[in-house]
Nanobody, 125 residues
Framework: QVQLMESGGGSVQSGGSLRLSCAASGYTYGMTYIGWVRQASGQEREGVACFESDSRISYADSVKGRFTISRDNGKNTLYLQMNNLKPEDTAMYYC???????????????????WGQGTQVNVSS
């Protein structure tokens, strides 16, 4: 069973930075899409950044050049470095995972079936 636990959210001013972490376990490396999804109040969930493989990474257009996803396989931890944050980045951020098989969409558009509890990011102007 996949278990995901996020940490690192908080409040920051526009232009600031935060790094989110996700402790991940129970998934099969190399056969799992894993990444970050966010949901702002009153809006639909949005894929932010994800791994399909170590060499295949996707980002939402709205965060390209500002956010970087990475992972430390030895620590079973996924990261999201967020720089130059904007008020529109305010949202609950979730770590999410799903098996790669059976996904008909790139990971940034995938429907995930394992979720962490989320961590809130607030960016003020």
């Amino acid at each position: 069973q996949v278990q995901l636990m996020e940490s690192g959210g908080g409040s920051v001013q526009s232009g600031g930075s935060l790094r989110l972490s996700c402790a991940a376990s129970g998934y099969t490396y190399g056969m799992t899409y894993i990444g970050w999804v966010r949901q702002a109040s009153g809006q639909e969930r949005e894929g932010v950044a994800c791994f399909e493989s170590d060499s295949r990474i996707s980002y939402a257009d709205s965060v390209k050049g500002r956010f970087t996803i990475s992972r430390d396989n030895g620590k079973n931890t996924l990261y999201l470095q967020m720089n130059n944050l904007k008020p529109e980045d305010t949202a609950m951020y979730y770590c999410a995972a799903r098996p790669a098989s059976g996904s008909f969409f790139p990971c940034i558009k995938s429907v995930y079936n394992a979720w962490g509890q989320g961590t809130q990011v607030n960016v003020s102007s």
